[in-house]
């Protein structure tokens, strides 16, 4: 099976409650290795910038809104098939319909305050590693 990178981003509901060390656990656990990790506050231009790909849809301002409310710690994780089992961990986007044992399931406060971001494909983790983080910052 093919070794993978993919983003995760902790959301500000998430580092509110500290739930940070209890979300890296679930992917060490998993057998995902966190090869790159920063906490940082978001600016409304870089959360704008970042989630561009949603400008034209209706949540777009709420959701750029709640990315700048708290600080968010941004994340590569590493193994094999990362990101369909990056997937798997965080749990479906409505914490209703998550299933039990993952991330939303256990932490989502709403479906928008859902605790995690991760990417939803092998191209856009590429794009989405490069947007917060150079090479020289991702150690395995």
């Known amino acids: 099976m093919p070794i993978e990178k993919t983003l995760s981003i902790i959301k500000p509901d998430a580092t509110k409650r500290n739930l940070t060390g209890l979300i890296n656990a679930k992917f060490e656990n998993a057998g995902l290795k966190i090869i790159g990790q920063k906490r940082l506050q978001l600016t409304k231009s870089i959360a704008e910038k970042f989630y ?4 034209d849809r209706s949540f777009y301002n709420d959701l750029v809104d709640f990315m700048i409310s708290g600080p968010v ?3 590569v994780l590493e193994g094999e098939n990362a990101v369909k089992l990056n997937r798997s961990i965080m749990g479906a ?3 209703d319909e998550a299933e039990q044992g993952t991330i939303r399931k256990e ?3 709403s479906i928008e305050a859902n605790s995690i971001h991760g990417s939803d494909s092998l191209e856009n983790a590429k794009k ?3 947007f917060f983080f150079a ?3 991702l150690v395995a």
């Open 93 to 95: 986007t409505n914490p």
């Open 135 to 137: 090479d020289i910052e």
């Open 52 to 55: 561009e790909i949603h400008k």
């Open 128 to 130: 989405e590693i490069s």
């Open 73 to 75: 710690v941004v994340q």
């Open 107 to 109: 932490f989502a406060e």
